[in-house]
Nanobody
């Protein structure tokens, strides 16, 4: 079964930026056909929804990231992105992408660490 593969995480300082990418592990799965969500799991916490982009429609963000994170798609590359600006310590987490609602096995995620 296809999985979505996340990348782009790393270490950033508070106020810094990172861009995460999400792409299918194999061929035959077109992201543009689906509502895609970004999720994150902070240490000691449950996985939480961050943002969703409805195919051909609106994008929604959790209150904690609204105004700082931006969801985008590159259909030619079959990739979605999460551009993160003005990072905060509390954004530290493993970030995942999946369909929304979730239908695929979770990938390994990409670690984002915000630290001074």
């Amino acid at each position: 079964q296809v999985q979505l593969v996340e990348s782009g995480g790393g270490l950033a300082q508070p106020g810094g930026s990172l861009r995460l990418s999400c792409t299918p592990s194999g061929s035959g799965f077109t992201l543009d056909y689906y509502t895609i969500g970004w999720f994150r799991q902070a240490p000691g916490k449950e996985r939480a929804w961050v943002a969703s982009d409805i195919r051909g429609g609106n994008t929604f963000y959790s209150d904690s990231v609204k105004g700082r994170f931006t969801f985008s798609r590159d259909n030619a590359k079959n990739t979605v992105y999460l551009q993160m600006y003005n990072l905060r310590l509390e954004d530290t987490a493993v970030y995942y992408c999946n369909t929304a609602p979730v239908t695929l096995p979770w990938g390994q995620g990409t670690q984002v660490t915000v630290s001074s």
